[in-house]
């Protein structure tokens, strides 16, 4: 790696442009011992965080991120995010949207330590599932959050 700081834009690029060929260039932009953490994976280094993303590819259609916003504070940063995707065992047709966050903290040389994503799994992603989804409706719905 340079002594030169990755620039944020480029994380958000590799992030928008991210493919399945391009999961192998995750070292450009993570450390070897990085943590990554969402609501479903708690995992640490590099080939576990590839992994996550391989899987994402494996099992969903066209998937991808949009950026939507940033902040950096030093080696602190938070983006906000869409996550666009289509369910390859039902509804094909019909892309899902996940909106979310991601705070990153960078090392010295601009890549990333940690990993962690913020978003709603009951809202963003088992509402919209078959079965699933109405059960969580109808939990939202007596609990008065709906």
């Not at 940063?77 to 094909?92: E, G």
């Given at each position: 790696m340079s002594d030169?700081?990755?620039?944020?834009?480029?994380?958000?690029?590799?992030?928008?442009?991210?493919?399945p060929a391009s999961?192998?260039?995750?070292?450009e932009f993570?450390?070897?011992?990085?943590?990554?953490?969402?609501?479903?994976k708690d995992v640490q280094g590099l080939p576990a965080i590839q992994g996550i993303y391989s899987h994402m590819?494996?099992?969903?259609?066209a998937p991808?991120?949009?950026?939507?916003?940033?902040?950096?504070?030093?080696p602190q940063c938070f983006l906000t995010w869409d996550f666009q995707f289509?369910?390859?065992?039902?509804?094909?047709?019909?892309?899902?949207?996940?909106?979310g966050g991601s705070h990153l903290q960078l090392g010295p040389d601009g890549r990333i330590t940690l990993h962690r994503d913020y978003w709603d799994a009951a809202e963003e992603l088992y509402?919209?599932?078959p079965v699933v989804g109405g059960l969580m409706r109808w939990l939202k719905h007596r609990v008065?959050?709906?």
């Amino acid at each position: 790696m340079s002594d030169t700081p990755i620039p944020l834009q480029s994380i958000v690029d590799f992030f928008e442009t991210l493919t399945p060929a391009s999961v192998v260039r995750c070292g450009e932009f993570y450390t070897p011992d990085a943590r990554f953490k969402d609501p479903f994976k708690d995992v640490q280094g590099l080939p576990a965080i590839q992994g996550i993303y391989s899987h994402m590819f494996d099992a969903l259609d066209a998937p991808r991120f949009v950026v939507l916003e940033r902040i950096s504070n030093g080696p602190q940063c938070f983006l906000t995010w869409d996550f666009q995707f289509r369910f390859k065992s039902f509804s094909p047709t019909v892309t899902q949207t996940i909106h979310g966050g991601s705070h990153l903290q960078l090392g010295p040389d601009g890549r990333i330590t940690l990993h962690r994503d913020y978003w709603d799994a009951a809202e963003e992603l088992y509402e919209k599932l078959p079965v699933v989804g109405g059960l969580m409706r109808w939990l939202k719905h007596r609990v008065g959050t709906g």
